[in-house]
């Protein structure tokens, strides 16, 4: 705007041409735009675009992008999802995706600048997650979107063959990869393991007979817990036994009536636990870090601490530890448990067969405590035992040593009556379930005698709720036993779940509570009865048993347990919690002793079955309830708290042939039957696996079906309790019939089926995974444990991903952990 018209002095703007320079001029930009997009834009508008795009600063050449999202897509929760962006009519200066909306999920960028994956989350109905991919260059952005439409999470793969091949059998797009070895090395000083007999040192060895078994995250760079990561953690797992013979460079030897002091020390050595640290890198396979400074083994050896009621009473004294406050080891571990708080939770087993008990030994106690008589034969300890392995009859070289001769509980009268001069007691220190800190290799590992003695197959965990007092349920691994559950006195505080002295907060939660035992009704309804000292039975007037206090209770709770009426179960074995709704499943594995009604030992509610199972190929048919169930309760309101439950079977065990109106009750077909359910274990809520309808893996330990199969692993999506029915069953064996009601959940059909078939002459048994799912740990234990230094029955896992065919001279087996991941990174089962 020009002023001063009209004014005396007169004004203009100066001097308005002083760019002297030969850039283009305004003018000339016009038509070189309208030249060069005339034909996009169409006449004079191209002018206005042109002029347009150059006042917002772009380049002048450069064309404008055109992109795309891809197709929308329907897609199952768990799988994995790629997304690719394309664009094309230019070159973009950068790209990125972005959720819009539905479920969060973590985008992780894909093998090229413009590709994306991400695993699909569990959702109860289909759910439209949508995502936009934008690129932008001088021209400005440009944006698309794509719709993945995940559908609830579902059985991913076809059902694996019955097979008695000498390899690990798993569905297409699935890998094995072996991870952990009997024999490996925990520690630089040890050297590779030879496996022919003559490796030592199995302290610092993987022991045999790999069992229940858990993953805790680490962080990625110290050694502090990180349950979130699932490239690098600890795996805590059980060694529950040895196959004797292949220890040894011929087989076992006994020398003039005692066996060698070192062939009994790698006995007891190759029992116990291991922690050891494995990692993956990206998508390379898994492995063990063998120097590890949080790698440990414990073995029967290992210093231990009393924990709760029973610690300091008079049956805990031995001459190792007088006051009762302490012991040596554990052994047997069969399955497991955890804690939140980042603990793992050991069970000891069959440990009652390694004790030896002489004649003579009965009228020794009876003089002084004949009560303790009743409690060794309730427990399956008569005299005349000469224990597992021969281990009381080593001579030690230094006559001090009483590792071998505290398996000889055999009182004398000549020993202080109170058991603190021999190892009377030592029996009375196991059969707990014991607590150890993966995390702090110099913590000593606490007996947790609150949860009661038995033959403990696992302690696993119901859901932890802020207020509510948590509860571990437990299944006591015999002919005829029970079923039990453990609440803890405190409600759980989530804070306590990042503490650092990680057995401080177990002697909290786990050495004060009530410890339960079930019973089962024919309604469909159960109770939990308490086993507490004083109330009702448990007093010192029981005429079966005289109880003297609380931790007599506890240390006698099969005693216990009988004058409460609690229901004799189909050998009680792994216990474990749906995470979705909180209802326990346990296994039931099998019941050669259960008659018809009538008999000895005459069917029930929970337990209805008992039948004749005829061999295949000729063998010695199976009676009694020789394939097993697994059976499921839910707490009457939901909660752990609960006294009360409401129960069905979740599956009967059975080849596909048999009777299906009388034993084949949950109509089991080629994809799903099964025999001696063992291992129990739900994926982890951590992945799509896990929630909404989790996902439910069961495994066997097999005498039954095995002239048929080898053992195997099977995944299921199960119901809820009470979504079946009941009938009328008929049992018979020989002549003798009877009829029973059977309580049945829905058929499984094809949500259950066959996921894995292990080597020859194996048990499939332990179970965990990595919180995203998608790395799963199983364990291999005994392969070819019927085989001879001369005639080896199966060569696994040197064999594996072989022919499936094992050489009887070839090498000689060992337990070991494998890891089962998808081809496509998927969660493992869906």
Not at 131 to 139: H, L, M, P, Q, V
């Amino acid at each position: 705007m020009a002023f001063g018209i009209g004014s005396a002095w007169g004004y203009d703007d100066g001097d308005i041409e002083t760019n002297r320079s030969q850039g283009p001029h305004l003018n000339d930009l016009v038509a070189q735009r309208y030249s060069r997009r005339q034909a996009l834009f169409g006449g004079i508008s191209a002018i206005t675009a042109a002029t347009l795009l150059s006042g917002c600063g772009g380049e002048d050449d450069e064309p404008a992008l055109s992109v795309t999202a891809g197709q929308s897509v329907t897609i199952s929760g768990g799988r994995i999802v790629t997304l690719t962006g394309g664009v094309s009519g230019g070159t973009a200066t950068s790209s990125t995706w972005t959720q819009v909306s539905g479920p969060t999920v973590a985008i992780v960028p894909g093998a090229t600048a413009d590709t994306v994956t991400f695993a699909a989350p569990n959702v109860a109905s289909a759910t439209p997650l949508v995502f936009r991919f934008s690129a932008i260059n001088g021209s400005g952005p440009a944006n698309a979107d794509t719709t993945v439409t995940v559908t609830p999470a579902e059985l991913g793969f076809t059902a694996v063959a019955k097979s008695r091949a000498d390899t690990v059998t798993v569905p297409a797009g699935y890998t094995v990869t072996v991870l952990y070895r009997l024999g490996d090395p925990i520690n630089a000083a040890t050297g590779a393991y030879a496996n022919n007999g003559t490796d030592t040192g199995f302290s610092a060895r993987a022991g045999d007979h790999h069992d229940g078994m858990s993953f805790f995250g680490l962080s990625a760079s110290a050694n502090a817990p990180d349950p979130s990561n699932s490239a690098r953690g600890l795996l805590v797992l059980n060694h529950e036994n040895i196959t004797q013979t292949f220890l040894h460079p011929g087989g076992a030897t006994t020398v003039n009536g005692s066996r060698p002091e070192a062939e009994a020390l790698k006995e007891i050595e190759a029992h116990g636990v291991s922690v050891i640290e494995v990692s993956r890198a990206g998508t390379a396979a898994w492995a063990y870090a063998q120097t590890s400074a949080l790698n440990r083994r414990i073995t029967p050896n290992t210093p231990m601490d009393i924990s709760g009621p029973a610690r300091g009473t008079a049956s805990m004294r031995t001459a190792f530890s007088p006051t009762g406050t302490s012991g040596r080891g554990t052994i047997n571990n069969c399955a497991n448990g955890y804690t939140p708080w980042n603990s793992y939770l050991t069970a000891e087993e069959n440990w009652v067969g390694y004790f030896r008990r002489n004649t003579g030994d009965a009228a020794v106690r009876a003089a002084t405590s004949a009560k303790a008589n009743t409690s060794l034969t309730r427990y399956g300890a008569p005299e005349g035992r000469t224990g597992n392995y021969g281990w009381t009859t080593v001579q030690p070289a230094d006559a001090a040593n009483t590792l071998f001769r505290r398996w000889n509980i055999t009182a004398t009268a000549a020993a202080a009556a109170d058991g603190t001069t021999d190892f009377r007691n030592e029996i009375f220190q196991f059969g707990w379930i014991v607590e150890i800190d993966p995390f702090n290799p110099a913590s000593t590992p606490r007996k947790r005698t609150a949860l009661g003695r038995m033959n403990h197959e696992g302690a696993w965990p119901g859901r932890f709720i802020a207020g509510t007092r948590p509860a571990w349920y437990m299944g006591d691994d015999a002919q005829n036993e029970y079923i039990y559950k453990f609440v803890s006195s405190t409600p759980w505080s989530a804070a306590d779940a990042n503490a650092t002295d990680r057995l401080a907060i177990g002697d909290k939660y786990i050495d004060a509570g009530t410890l339960y035992v079930a019973r089962f009704d024919a309604d469909g309804t159960g109770a939990w009865l308490p086993l507490v000292f004083g109330q009702g039975p448990l007093t010192a007037a029981n005429p079966a048993y005289s109880f003297s206090d609380q931790a007599d209770v506890l240390i006698n709770a099969r005693l216990a347990g009988d004058a409460l009426g609690a229901t004799r179960m189909d050998r009680p074995e792994w216990t474990a919690v749906n995470p979705a709704n909180g209802e326990m499943y346990c296994t039931l594995t099998n019941n050669a002793s259960r008659t018809v009604a009538g008999g000895a030992n005459p069917t029930n509610a929970a337990n209805p079955r008992a039948y004749v199972d005829p061999k295949v190929d000729g063998g010695t048919a199976g009676v009694g309830n020789p394939n097993g169930h697994v059976v499921r309760l839910r707490e009457t309101g939901d909660t752990t708290e609960a006294t009360g439950f409401t129960w069905d079977v979740y599956a009967y065990g059975s080849g596909a042939d048999l009777d299906r109106n009388n034993i084949n009750l949950s109509a089991l077909d080629d994809t799903n039957d099964f025999s001696s359910p063992d291992g129990l274990w739900f994926s982890r809520a951590t992945n799509a696996g896990g929630t909404i309808n989790p996902l439910v893996w069961l495994q066997t330990d097999d005498g039954a079906y095995t002239d048929v199969t080898n053992c195997m692993m099977l995944v299921g999506q199960p119901g809820r309790v009470g979504d079946g029915t009941t009938r009328q069953i008929t049992n018979m064996i020989g002549t003798t019939t009877g009829t029973a009601t059977a309580r049945i959940g829905a058929t499984p059909g094809t949500k259950l089926r066959r996921f894995l078939v292990g080597p020859v002459q194996c048990e499939i048994t332990g179970i965990d995974s990595t919180p995203d799912g998608r790395s799963v740990f199983v364990n291999i234990q005994h392969p070819g444990e019927n085989g001879s230094i001369e005639r080896v029955t199966s060569n696994w896992p040197a064999n594996q991903g072989g022919s499936g065919t094992a050489s009887s001279t070839g090498p000689r087996p060992r337990s070991a952990t494998i890891v089962i991941t998808r081809t496509d990174g998927a969660v493992v089962g869906v």
